[in-house]
Structure formats: structure tokens, C-alpha cells
């Protein structure tokens, strides 16, 4: 049986968050009234606010668990060699 790895439920989870927030970003400010598609105003800012704190929460993990892709990048585009590749 395969196991499902950290990295993409991390990943899957960013993806489904940033979904939410879009959609409940964009109604939050196309949505001018106090009722936005039978959600209310405040119940609908609360969750877009309790999402974007998740989404940070996340990306700080998924930065950790990638640092070193991150630090060869980074040493790639300062000109630096690449001691990420074995060839």
C-alpha cells in the first residue's frame, strides 16, 4: 500500500485553502450588502481571516520542509554552485 507523503497533504491542503480564500475574498468585496450568496458579512470575514492564518501556518511548513530546494535556488540565481545536483 502506498503512504500518502507529508509534503502533498500539505501541499493539497495549501490549494484547497487558497481556493477559499479567493472565493470568499472575491465575494467579500464584490458583495456589498449584509448578506453575501446566504452567508452573512461577518461570519463570512471571520472564516476568510481564520483561513488566511492556516494559509501562513502552512506556508511556513511547506517553506521549512523545502528549505534546502530553497537555498539551492537561491545560490543559483546569486551565481553560486548548485551542490543540490550529483552529476
Do not use: E, P, W
Amino acid at each position: 500500500m502506498k503512504s500518502i507523503s507529508v509534503k502533498a497533504v500539505i501541499s493539497s491542503l495549501m490549494i484547497l485553502v487558497f481556493v477559499f480564500l479567493a472565493a470568499s475574498g472575491a465575494m467579500l468585496y464584490f458583495g456589498k450588502t449584509g448578506v453575501v450568496l446566504g452567508f452573512a458579512r461577518s461570519g463570512l470575514r471571520s472564516a476568510h481571516t481564520l483561513a488566511a492564518v492556516v494559509m501562513c501556518l502552512l506556508a511556513l511548513v511547506h517553506f521549512i520542509m523545502n528549505r534546502r530546494q530553497y537555498i539551492a535556488g537561491l545560490r543559483s540565481l546569486a551565481g553560486g554552485k548548485d551542490k543540490s545536483r550529483h552529476t
